[in-house]
């Protein structure tokens, strides 16, 4: 029996030892995160209506502990009413986020921390919205406690933002941001777009919005129409109408669209860099999985 207890140590060490992390005697020799006395703290925004618990759930998923020092605030519905026109001061607010500014040109990340809480609002989702918004250069992480639409996340990245630049957003583009976040999800939830394609959508109806600068709601809708088909999305009447509205709105806006899509491609390229050439590695998975399954074998053979 002693011995029998004595094998299943060892496996179990075998196992976690493969699977904890390489770098995992080195850290005691990681220096600590410095503050940033250029472009200040993070700031971590709070959702009103979160318990203390949920509070305290959110912190753990945005890792505020791991930074030397942070600026917290929490939005309310009455931040909702500021940003958003015709909004209800009234709604719950429980999506959080924690935005890290970055020097200019270095664009905008997104993560959702706890992707399954966010039911319908995607990181292209957000970092679309946000440049519209008129927003760059920033980290962002977006968290909540419980299963969320997402979408009071961005009054509270829009509020942040504001403290940590001391800039203030023009209402009419944080509006029409908002419209476009709706129009997004309506076109993922209801319409049946993967989010993927929602995303290519609307930043190929800008960048064409830039080039071509429509002068009429008519030569919007030829361009929202043109990129339907290039695409192959099918939109219902109702839908497509929602769509050509709010490009309309986004082409009467002072935005620089070229920035914009740069800043998009460099959310590409960051989520290509982090996870692509793994997942693409065929020959590394096929020896995790070949390595699991000697391991298996050798293991059920010594209680043979």
């Known amino acids: 029996m002693k011995k029998t ?21 080195a850290s005691d020799n990681t220096p600590p995160k410095a503050i940033d006395e250029k472009l200040g703290v993070p700031i971590v925004v709070y959702g009103a209506n979160l318990s203390e618990a949920e509070k305290e759930s959110v912190k753990e998923s945005l890792k505020v502990k791991e930074d030397p020092e942070v600026e917290e605030i929490t939005v309310s519905g009455q931040d909702l009413v500021k940003y958003i026109k015709d909004s209800n001061s009234s709604s719950r607010m429980y999506s959080s986020a924690k935005i890290t500014r970055k020097n200019a040109g270095e664009g905008l990340v997104i ?19 946000m440049l519209t918004a008129g927003i760059e250069d920033a980290t962002v992480q977006v968290a909540a406690p419980k ?26 583009r944080t509006d029409v941001a908002n419209d476009e976040l709706s129009v997004a ?20 109806i800008k960048k064409d919005i ?10 919007v809708e030829k361009i929202v129409q043109e990129q339907l088909n290039k695409l192959e999305i099918n939109l219902s009447d109702k839908d497509r109408q929602l769509l050509v509205d709010l490009m309309n709105k ?40 070949n390595f699991f399954a000697n391991l298996k074998d050798t293991i059920a053979s010594w209680f043979n």
């Open 5 to 25: 207890w004595i094998k299943i140590l060892t496996a179990t060490m075998l196992v976690f030892g493969v699977m904890a992390p390489a770098t995992g005697f």
């Open 147 to 172: 299963a969320v639409t997402g979408h009071s996340a961005l009054v509270g990245i829009y509020k942040a933002y504001e403290v940590t630049t001391g800039e203030k957003l023009d209402t009419d």
């Open 210 to 219: 830039a080039e071509s600068k429509p002068a009429t709601k008519e030569e």
């Open 250 to 289: 986004i082409s009467k806006l002072d935005i620089d669209f070229s920035q914009w899509s740069k800043q998009l491609d460099d959310i590409s390229n960051t989520i290509k860099d982090k996870f692509g050439s793994l997942m693409e590695d065929k020959g590394f998975w096929d020896s995790v999985k």
């Open 185 to 204: 999800t309506t076109l993922t939830q209801s319409a049946g777009v993967d989010d993927a394609k929602v995303a290519e959508l609307l930043t190929e």
């Open 111 to 129: 993560e959702i921390v706890t992707p399954s809480n966010i039911t319908q609002v995607t990181s292209e989702m957000y970092a679309n919205a």
